[in-house]
């Protein structure tokens, strides 16, 4: 009898982590009619998770057998997966519903809470802000066309998800982000329409993607800046790694006497990036170079996989590079 007890028991255990196992799948989502479909939302219904589709329809994201994938985008009857039946490189084709809006609402929430800061949004150009009292968002007097740099992170507004302290995953199509790398506040328009400020408090990550199919994704660690925020490059169980950017505006400085001429004739934007390392067991901070002697020394805790990593890993020591360090790390 204990024998038979005992091997319930290792049946039991290896079912909980066989349920448990987490798997990167990648695949296209293609229309009816055999073209991608580009920025399909696809997302695990019973955790706040989610991705969109590139251009060519391509799409990776983490699942569990528990999974239920949800793929919803404009235009298309959404369509939804048994995590349990997902494989790599499948193909999701999507049925046009023959409308301009998206199959079904999919978002936890479709509402959040703004504060409406100008009439209009362009990239680089004075935006009135006439409801706070008249003056600029960026109250910088600079002119389209003879600025170099930006003061947002996108030049348009991008696609993006919000996870809300409280776990929940606010998705809608109708709704385009950007970040203002100066002032510290998520952009928003709805429906093309006037341009807003998200409620920091609402938001613990927010995922945006660029046109070029880049993703960042943000939130606010104020033991490294209370008021910007930074960019998540990894995270895990062991180590976060973070990007801040600090941008600054500097004028045109261009001189000509006659005789010769220096500076720039243009105004500018500069961004600085610092990188830092949070040890999640302890919740320490701290800068770390992008040199190898550097990371070596911030991770001592792990010296011999850090080494390991470092020694088989060559290349510049970049965002990308980074990402995949921390990832090998939480491992």
Do not use: W
């Not at 929430?109 to 009439?119: D, H, Q």
Request: with cysteine; hydrophobic share 35%; glycine share 10%.
């Amino acid at each position: 009898m204990k024998k038979i007890f005992s091997a319930c028991l290792i049946i039991l255990a290896i079912t909980q982590i066989a349920n448990s196992q987490t798997n990167n799948i990648t695949g296209i989502v293609k229309s009816d009619k055999g073209s991608p479909v580009h920025y399909v939302f696809v997302h695990d219904q019973k955790s706040a998770n989610g991705t969109f589709t590139d251009s060519l329809g391509n799409f990776s994201i983490m699942v569990n057998p528990g999974s239920v994938i949800q793929f919803s985008a404009v235009g298309y009857s959404d369509v939804a997966m048994d995590g349990a039946k997902l494989s790599n490189n499948m193909q999701v084709t999507l049925t046009s519903n023959g409308s301009s809006g998206p199959g079904s609402t999919f978002a936890t929430s479709t509402t959040v809470s703004t504060t409406p800061i100008a009439n209009s949004y362009l990239a680089n150009e004075n935006i009135s802000n006439a409801g706070a009292g008249g003056g600029t968002l960026n109250g910088l007097g600079h002119q389209k066309g003879n600025v170099h740099g930006n003061r947002y992170l996108f030049e348009d507004f991008a696609h993006g998800f919000i996870i809300s302290p409280q776990g929940a995953l606010t998705e809608n199509p109708t709704y385009f982000y950007d970040y203002d790398k100066m002032g510290g506040g998520i952009m928003i328009t709805m429906n093309n329409g006037p341009v807003s400020q998200l409620d920091n408090s609402q938001i613990k990550t927010i995922t945006l993607f660029s046109k070029d199919d880049k993703t960042y994704v943000l939130t606010m660690v104020p033991t490294i800046d209370a008021a910007h925020y930074v960019q998540i490059l990894a995270s895990g169980p062991k180590y976060n790694i973070y990007k801040a950017t600090k941008t600054t505006f500097v004028k045109s400085d261009f001189v000509n006497n006659g005789v010769t001429s220096h500076g720039n004739d243009y105004d500018e934007f500069v961004d600085d990036f610092t990188y830092y390392l949070l040890d999640v067991q302890t919740n320490q901070v701290q800068k770390i170079a992008p040199k190898k002697k550097a990371l070596k020394a911030a991770f001592t805790k792990d010296a011999d996989k850090v080494n390991k990593y470092l020694a088989d890993h060559s290349g510049d020591i970049d965002d990308g590079y980074l990402a995949n360090l921390g990832s090998y790390m939480n491992q």
